[in-house]
């Protein structure tokens, strides 16, 4: 198979010989006294680079959510506004709790949260609105936590996809009562599974501290005697080796997703018609997955797409569907955006090590459907 041809993956991670030596390190000593030793070091320079007070490592971004929504005492009755564009991880939480998931529109440019329409759908059930940054870009912040501030609910950031997004001098998850990330395999910064939960909020991290323990305040001096039923959402001590040498190379890792991003938008620059992930002044958007959005009078779908992508053996990604279109939710289409966007993007791929010639055969793709389709020929007349 000839580098034209050979398939490009959406993404992968990037792994040397530093994370494989870490790892293998905690395998081999990483035991007894020692078990905790690659986590303690992960969480606290995971702390250090976020700029927050606390970061407790988890092996989930869903079970960082668990926790600290468990923590702000939500649960029956409840309601937390969140943006219908989201991963059903953000949404699973809150059900999980007994609570009630609202879901609101996304904004057209950023396809983050809305903030008029989150704040249009707090009643005095709403105990928290979560903002997420979705793909890289970075929701609203100041908007957002000033309806929290004013109605009294925290703003909680799920920052899954946002390592290396910086909202005007601060780093997505740092904002909010508490942040969560994932250290999933696709992700920027990887630990294979995994994620953290981050906050600055003393009362708030030994709350979850002790429930991510099986309830066990650190502070008790009986062994094996729980204060509270908790969770078992740990992080290994080998995964937070590997996340150790990945933060050694964090700078790295998030210059070369925004390398790509920008190779991208250099090579779509002629085409007014597609949008891609933003970067408006003041903010860094880490570029976790660069996403194309097609103007709706292009005629270009989803599945023209991903019938192209395929016919030329490249992996591609669909926008998320809205959870009110999953059949466990209500259906809910006036949240116009949430509901038009994904039906004419795609997720481009962006692993660490791909070349400038395979950026350049997704975006002949892109180009070749998009001259098909002003020709009025057939979708893949150019890419079979």
Known sequence: MTAKTARISYTRPSITELEVAYATDAAATGWGEHCYDYIVRFEDGFRKHLGVGHAIATSSCTGAMHMGLAALGIGEGDEVILADTNWIATAAPVVHLGATPVFVDILPDSWCIDPADAERHITPKTKAIIATHIYGNLCDMDRLLDIGHRHGIPVIEDAAEAIGSVWHGRRAGSMGIFGTFSFHGTKTLTTGEGGMFVTSDDALFEKVLTSSNHGRARNQKKQFWPDDIGFKYKMSNIQAALGCGQLERI????????????????????????????ENAGTVNGAWMPTAVFERDMGITREMLQQAFSAANIDARVFFHPLTSLPMFSEKRDNRHAWDIPERAINLPSYHDMTEDEIGRVTDVIVGLIDSRAAGEPPLAKSA
Do not use: F
């Open 251 to 278: 700078e790295g890792l998030i210059a070369r997703k925004r390398e790509i991003l920008a190779s991208y938008a250099d090579k779509l620059k002629a085409y007014q018609s597609i949008s891609l992930n933003p």
